[in-house]
């Protein structure tokens, strides 16, 4: 017998009859005499109507309000998913964040989960109930609702995993598994069996988008083994773990992320200090900056180029534009029109010749590098965007093809 | 500075304008210097669509289920209420039954509220906050969701207004108080100023269908002075309390009442102990018998004729016919087609006349009287259903006439 953690997203509860696919699932895991913890999201919408609700009334609501509102999604799925699996004649009880003891911090609409007193959990799994728990919300000290942010409900399941000392954790999602590139753009992307969590964490921060990136972090923190698997087919998708077996893939993917820009600061005085003065100004505006290139400088001035969101962007030029005489820079210049595309893989640290290969595709492909960013497990570059789609593919064939 | 304690129902809070005129309302209240609490009930058709979506999942659903499921119409509206009055600049805070500490035993989906744990909500109005909650539902010692059945946010409301000795609970409304009689029937109906509390529970319990019952009975019990007013005019309404003025109405109002049956049981045998054998068989089967006529018997029979809710009496006619041997009984008679109209005034105790006045009334409308009861405060006659109308009509001139 083993305890098991599985969770649902929106689509999968969308509907009466989507919602006894799911139960179905569920009592399956049950019957096969595994104890049951599941995790529902909102159905379809739902929270994005929640809002418009909210809006109508206040377009400027406060969090805490806003909190209560949006909990009240999850709250629906919970009660109709225990409804659909009672009519299967399966034990189940429904239970709220607070009611599951999930608490957080006090960041209304982005809190993080502190603890989860998993007594009332452990009272109703032995009494031999599936528990079907409300994701995405907890509470705070004051006992005010809480919710956990976009994804959210990854969290939840990964919490409850942990705090239970679970099994498996799966996630259930639209998609099979993680691949090794998006399928929409690489049409012969290989379905992973395994992946760390650190390669995990690097493709979902790279725009993979299949997993909230804070449920793996807390997965690798509490070591909960994960999977990522669809509702619809039932077959084995991918398990996020420690470790991998030896047999691994040298890269577990490739990934583009368009949202991004980049930034140059142009003549810039070839001073001490000028660097730390402009990146310390954006951190203070906690504005984040992922790749640096700081060009050698002639005429006693040099160029600074970085990337940040998209997002940012604006507000970015608009800090360097005011303080470009105490910064002592001459132009600010910022490309929207750039797309990060990037390796993962936990093999490339002992394998030599990962860089120059997908340089090579590149190259082969006829697309210019604009930056070059490295980690242990990653290689990012920076391109322009309309050629985003063609870089993958390329690299993809380079280290997959035939 | 006064504690008042306010109730909208699902009809004032249906969308966003009737929230924003609401928050009016209470935010007028607010300014003049009062502490308030607001009790609201699901938008509009909320919870009956909540009920459609469970019924579509499993058409017998846990009550534990469907009472998590239902409480969460009350959240929604209470956090767009409190997002409503911070758009007016009033600080406000939404609770739900749970925060509010509303305790009640565990009848999933009639719990009766045990006790009002109103520590935080004394917390909250000290910090100068409105207090929004939600009607309609609390938590039993299992932490568990519970609702109050049909009518509950009443219940909800006068509940918190004992728990904090509030000097005033309003019921808002879409009628502007207490007629007495149903305007549509009796076009001279006249508002009441003033009606105690059991006045008020017989015009309740006689299908006058303002306030739900177990709210007056509250009410009574922790001597909460209640107001029924409506949200649109802003006129003063009905005051429900202890004691009312000298110059009170002699009669507090006229109802009918036709969700009712009439059952008889024919040439019953005329020993010691049918009736109450009869009596004790229904009480059992939990069926609630209000009048009862026992005929003088002839020939060693009786005819035992009495009214029971419409909805009960299938079940009481398949009773008696299982049991006409060991009851010896020779036939059972249903009558659906009958009325109750009744008078109510805490007056006529110490008015000779009104009795006969009453009855004057209908024989000038040659109106059959089937049934007479009466109590301290209440005359109840049974009549032909088609003649409801006109005898609510006649008994209202014959009191209020000229």
């Known amino acids: 017998m083993a305890l098991i953690v599985q969770k649902f ?8 009859e989507r919602v006894a696919h799911v139960a179905d699932i569920i009592a399956n895991t049950y019957r096969q005499g595994n104890q049951v913890v ?13 809002i418009a609700k909210a809006q109508e009334i206040n377009p400027n609501p406060s969090k805490r309000e806003l909190d209560a509102l949006m909990a009240t999604g999850e709250l ?37 989960v ?8 452990r009272n109703e799994l032995d009494k031999g109930n599936v528990i079907i728990v409300a994701g995405f919300q907890g ?3 004051y006992d005010d609702v809480t919710t956990l942010g976009r994804g959210g409900s990854d969290t939840s399941a990964v919490a409850l995993a942990a705090a239970l000392d679970a099994d498996l954790c799966q996630i259930y999602t639209d998609v099979d598994g993680i691949y090794t590139a998006d399928p929409r753009i690489v049409p012969d992307a290989i379905k992973i069996d395994e992946i760390t969590y650190d390669e995990m964490l690097e493709l979902a921060s790279l725009g993979a988008n299949v997993l909230h990136n ?7 923190k509490y070591n909960v083994n994960m999977e990522v698997l669809s509702s619809m087919t039932g077959a084995e998708g991918t398990f996020v773990k420690e470790v991998t077996d030896v047999e691994k893939l040298l890269i577990k993917g490739v990934t583009k992320d368009i949202n991004i820009a ?6 810039v005085s070839d001073k001490p200090g000028i660097a730390f003065r402009l990146f310390s100004l954006l951190a203070k505006n906690k504005v984040s900056v992922d790749i640096i290139l700081q060009s050698v400088g002639r005429d006693g001035t040099q160029d600074i180029s970085f990337t940040v969101a998209s997002k940012d962007a604006p507000q970015v030029v608009q800090l360097l534009e005011e303080r470009k005489d105490t910064l002592g820079l001459q132009s600010v210049v910022c490309d929207n029109d750039v797309a990060k595309v990037s390796i993962v893989g936990a093999g490339m640290e002992t394998h030599a010749g990962v860089a120059s290969k997908m340089f090579e595709a590149l190259g082969e492909a006829n697309i210019n590098i604009q930056m070059i960013a490295t980690s242990e497990i990653k290689i990012s570059v920076l391109i322009a965007e309309e050629e985003a789609n063609r870089a993958v593919a390329a690299i993809h ?4 093809g035939e």
């Open 38 to 50: 599941v995790v529902v999201s909102a159905q379809g919408k739902t929270t994005d109507e929640l």
């Open 214 to 220: 804070r449920s793996v972090e807390m997965a690798k």
């Open 397 to 400: 064939d380079a280290f997959y």
């Open 114 to 121: 502190k603890r989860v007193d998993a007594e009332r959990l």
């Open 9 to 16: 997203g929106g689509t999968s509860v969308a509907n009466a």
């Open 139 to 141: 509470i705070n000290k």
């Open 76 to 112: 629906v799925s919970m009660s109709l998913m225990a409804m659909a699996l009672d009519k299967l004649g399966i034990p189940a009880k429904s239970l709220s964040g607070w009611q599951a003891g999930v608490h957080t911090d006090s960041t209304h609409g982005a809190s993080r």
């Open 262 to 267: 980049r930034i140059s600061a142009m003549g």
